[in-house]
């Protein structure tokens, strides 16, 4: 089955640094890759979303990059905020799978003022 | 519009019982995913229904079980309850069978079991 790694587990920046996030998967029949944020106590919401047929998406301060031949894809925020603060989950989902998602093991990502 | 809605949210017991959680979906959504979360796996994958129908299964043992109503709720169950069933179990809800082609996947706040 697929299985999604995710670097690093935990990440300290300063406020207005970028903070970058990777995962690489195994699957090449991966074709979903959907970036999760959970706060302290709440549920996980998408944040940013990006299909196999895409190199890249932008959502104002949230970009991912997907490498299909290296099987890799990245978050990037830049400029970061304190209400950035959360763990981040990548996810992976192979076609013809349903909705069933396979998540990385998280990055904890805190913003210092 | 209301969201995934999750009951109990937390809930104890002891080893050998069983618990059954609930999960009541985005009105309108007919697909159910569960997922269990700790600090030590990450988010796994139980398994999904879709029109009352199991979809997929996760590598979880026979005594994680599920089911669909034919108002799109669900249920969860876990018989024989063991210390390392502890976790935050996530239901989360989408329109149809197949993300990203009709929306995101919706989770639920989860409910927190904890086994003594």
């Known amino acids: 089955g697929e299985n999604v790694e995710q670097h690093p587990s935990t990440l300290s920046v300063q406020e207005g640094d970028s903070a970058v996030i990777k995962c690489t998967y195994s699957?090449?029949?991966?074709?979903?890759f959907p970036w999760y944020k959970q706060e302290l106590g709440k549920r996980p919401q998408l944040i940013i979303d990006?299909?196999?047929?895409?190199g890249e998406k932008k959502d104002q301060r949230i970009a991912v990059t997907l490498n299909k031949t290296a099987k890799h894809f990245s978050l990037h925020i830049t400029e970061t905020q304190p209400e950035d603060s959360a763990v981040y989950f990548c996810?992976?989902?192979?076609?013809?799978?349903?909705?069933?998602?396979?998540f990385g093991g998280g990055t904890r990502l805190m913003v210092k003022p | 519009k209301a969201g995934v809605t999750q009951t109990p949210r937390y809930l104890i017991k002891t080893r050998g019982q069983q618990v059954t959680l609930s999960c009541s979906p985005i009105?309108?959504?007919?697909?159910v995913s569960w997922y269990q979360q700790t600090p030590g796996q990450g988010l796994q994958f139980l398994f999904e229904?879709?029109?009352?129908?199991?979809?997929n299964k996760g590598n979880f043992p026979g005594r994680f079980s599920g089911r669909q109503f034919s108002n799109s709720r669900s249920e969860m169950n876990v018989s024989t309850l063991e210390l390392g069933d502890s976790a935050l179990y996530l239901c989360?809800?989408?329109?149809?069978?197949?993300?990203?082609?009709?929306?995101?996947?919706?989770f639920g706040e989860g409910s927190r079991l904890t086994v003594l």
């Open positions: 229904y879709f029109s009352e129908t199991q979809r």
């Open positions: 996810a992976a989902r192979v076609v013809n799978a349903g909705n069933m998602l396979t």
């Open positions: 699957d090449s029949a991966s074709n979903y």
């Open positions: 989360a809800s989408s329109l149809q069978l197949h993300i990203p082609d009709t929306g995101e996947l919706f």
């Open positions: 009105s309108g959504h007919r697909s």
């Open positions: 990006i299909r196999s047929n895409v």
